[in-house]
């Protein structure tokens, strides 16, 4: 006990001590303990908040919605040009960009980003939140818990250890598409005499699975590339984006093509 204790003690000394010096100061990045406490927070809600809410009125969030919905595109541009001109500025390579560590004005830019990017993952949880208390419980399906409870510990990870790099790629691409979906929720949150406007929705998802067809090709060349940019995340990415291709796939079928079969 005592053994497997100072092994547990050992790891996350090694966890807290190996990471980037230069985000180690910034907001639930030193240490693993807070970002796996709001995972657990946020598994306890998906838990008992529809319990909670099984007898109550839907709750009407609509202002806030609004709010929220256009306030998240707003984050998303900035930092999809964060990363982009950051990125243009620092002749980043897309085949391959090692982490640039210095403190140089352009490399703490990008660490910045980072951290931007990450930290957006945990306002994100909001959404599930927002689907208990209106009572929309179909919409908490296991894709939606799993992709959002799982992004957060990728970008901890992102932050923690290879702020910059070939990381940047990926916050290129999805703050993009996170543009086009937060206008979409917001506008669709305006009210029902927007949806004539919201055909496009099943393009949506299309442009989700192919942002992870792009990840994965990206890090599996990177897998076999020479690039001094750590295999262990690449793998990692390379895994993670192989499940959400299949389970977004899944969901298309059954949204789109599944439903259509049937009519």
Known sequence: MTSAGQRIRSLYQWVVENGDKRTDPWLLVYSPVPVSLIFLLYLCVVWAGPRLMKHREPVDLRAVLIVYNFSMVGLSAYMFYEFLVTSWLSNYSLLCQPVDYSTSPL?????????????????????????????????????????????????????????????FFIGLVNTFVHIVMYSYYGLAALGPHMQKYLWWKRYLTRLQLLQFLMFLLHTGYNLFAECDFPDAMNLVVFGYCVTLIILFSNFYYQSYLSRKKKK
Do not use: P
């Open 107 to 167: 490399a703490m830019r990008m660490a910045s980003v980072c951290w931007w990017f990450f930290f957006s993952k945990v306002i994100e949880l909001s959404d599930t939140l927002f689907f208990i208390l209106r009572k929309k419980d179909s919409q908490v399906t296991f894709l939606h818990v799993y992709h959002h409870a799982t992004m957060i510990f990728n970008w901890w990870s992102g932050v923690k250890y290879v702020a910059g790099g070939q990381s």
